[in-house]
């Protein structure tokens, strides 16, 4: 008895720790999937696909800097994704923690199925993105948007 006991006292901490644990990626993403869609597919001329695209952004430091900083800081300017123009503003997301960045970003590379070449995001790692772009603004986030992909994407 004293030994069913004891396991039970062990699991109720871990219990509660899950059900005071952040959200995980899905339910972030429930605030993105208004514009994207709930596939991350977009909506044409309207708001661009996500699907297939953040794996390549993740590729590289670049590109990892510029995932963090449109979702900390918003976007706005003019992206050109798969042959389609965007020109419009996407609110930054406040109010999410560096976990909760990682985690929404580890889920939209989930996006990419089975062909995610890119590390997972961790929570360190955007925290040192944010303090070295803590000066930008949602217009100047455009700026570390990876030329090798926007060029890529600019074309159909």
Known sequence: MRFLLAILLLLV??????????????????????????????????????????????????????????????????IDVNGATYQGVMPAQAGLTDDNVAELLNFLLAFDNNNVTAAPFEAREVAEIRASNADLDMRSVLSLRPESVAHRESTP
């Open 13 to 78: 901490p871990g219990i509660r720790a899950d059900a005071h644990a952040g959200p995980d990626g899905a339910a972030l993403y429930k605030r993105c999937a208004a514009c994207h869609l709930s596939d991350g597919a977009g909506v044409p001329g309207a708001f661009p696909p996500l699907a297939g695209r953040i794996d390549a952004f993740a590729a590289t430091e670049q590109g990892r800097a510029y995932l963090v900083m449109v979702i900390s800081k918003g976007l706005a300017g003019r």
